[in-house]
């Protein structure tokens, strides 16, 4: 728990900016500051169409933070998701080498409360923090402020840096290819590995086999109740009923039991129809999950996301590969939620993350 500092002491203590010329930053300064631990709270629809939310930990190396030691300002120029909960965050500052004690300013008083990296924050609004030089008869003040976007941001990117094709970190799992075999009425099979392992798998009862994609697709799986080993799976691809659409199919799993659903809107439009918000047909498909978003990376060198888990697709300008990376991508996410991309037939190799 912060121990809050009576204003008797405050009120005696000079602000570094009412004496400059005397005191250093050696003196009092805060060094850095970075996030340490942020929760997003993500809305989901469970298979059975009701509304979900689960709790996600930010990546917060994602998102570093400037002091201005001029202007004595703390911000983030990229902002955090909408989705953070910012009223309970935990925070590392540093100080300069012979600076004091770290105190954060009440937001409803003049209450001063010591910081501790353990104790957690309310950081939805701007907040003032002080620095104290030893003898604790001046401070340094800064105000911090920590961006976040809004629901409605539509100022979407992905940041990425090239790597060395043998870099630490990348996925193993990202030269996947996953293969499915002719299909059956009741379910077909799934190979990672170039077919040395399959695995079989089930169709619903109600589903019909021949929209289901053919030879290899994209796909990817996620949690959707770490707690109750409850997964969600999904994967796209060619097939026969319709060439410049993919067919897109899901599966729900609880303790690994679970069966594969069309999620197209069946019927197929006919002539001259259009299906809104569909997936293009590929013969490549890399897919990921990130940002409680599924993202398709197609052939054609553009992006699609999904929303709603793959029931409709959209693509963006500012949804952009690096420079040189247009065909032959496959994309996986690390422990830390970096996206790495491999350029199979260049051995290329980047890293990026969402900035949304």
């Not at 590995?193 to 799986?221: H, M, N």
Request: charged share 20%; with cysteine.
């Amino acid at each position: 728990m912060m121990i809050a500092v009576g204003m008797g002491l405050t009120s005696c203590l000079k602000n570094d900016a009412d004496d400059a010329e005397t005191i250093s930053y050696n003196e009092t300064a805060i060094s850095s500051f970075a996030l340490s631990a942020v929760n997003r709270y993500i809305h989901t629809t469970t298979s059975a169409g009701k509304d979900s939310v689960y709790r996600q930990v930010l990546t917060v190396k994602n998102y570093p933070f400037t002091i201005d030691q001029y202007q004595r300002k703390i911000y983030n120029t990229d902002s955090l998701p909408a989705d953070c909960d910012l009223k309970h965050v935990l925070a590392t500052i540093g100080k300069s080498t012979y600076s004091g004690n770290i105190y954060i300013k009440s937001m409803v008083s003049d209450t001063l409360f010591v910081y501790n990296s353990s104790d957690s924050l309310d950081l939805s609004q701007t907040r003032e923090i002080r620095v104290y030089e030893n003898t604790l008869t001046r401070y340094r003040s800064y105000t911090l402020q920590v961006n976040k976007k809004s629901d409605s941001s539509t100022g979407s990117t992905f940041i990425w840096e090239q790597m060395s094709s043998s870099a630490e970190g990348m996925p193993a799992d990202i030269r996947n290819e996953i293969l499915l075999s002719e299909a059956t009425k009741t379910g077909f099979r799934l190979t990672s590995d170039g077919g040395a392992i399959w695995t079989d798998e089930t169709i619903g009862a109600e589903e019909d086999a021949d929209y289901l994609p053919t030879g290899t697709v994209g796909y990817v799986s996620f949690p959707l109740d770490p707690q109750h080993h409850t997964a969600y799976h999904l994967m796209a691809g060619r097939f026969s009923q319709n060439d410049y659409m993919c067919s897109v199919w899901r599966k729900v799993t609880i303790e690994g039991e679970g069966s594969w659903s069309c999620m197209l809107n069946l019927p197929l439009p006919g002539d001259g129809e259009t299906y809104q918000g569909y997936l293009p047909a590929a013969d490549h498909i890399s897919m990921i999950y990130n940002d409680a978003c599924i993202y398709a990376i197609l052939d054609n060198g553009k992006i699609y996301r999904s929303r709603d888990q793959g029931l409709s697709w959209q693509t963006k300008t500012s949804f952009n590969l690096p420079s040189g990376a247009t065909d032959h991508l496959r994309a996986a996410v690390d422990e830390e939620g970096y996206i790495w991309l491999l350029k199979e037939d260049t051995g290329a190799v980047w890293r990026g993350y969402f900035n949304h």
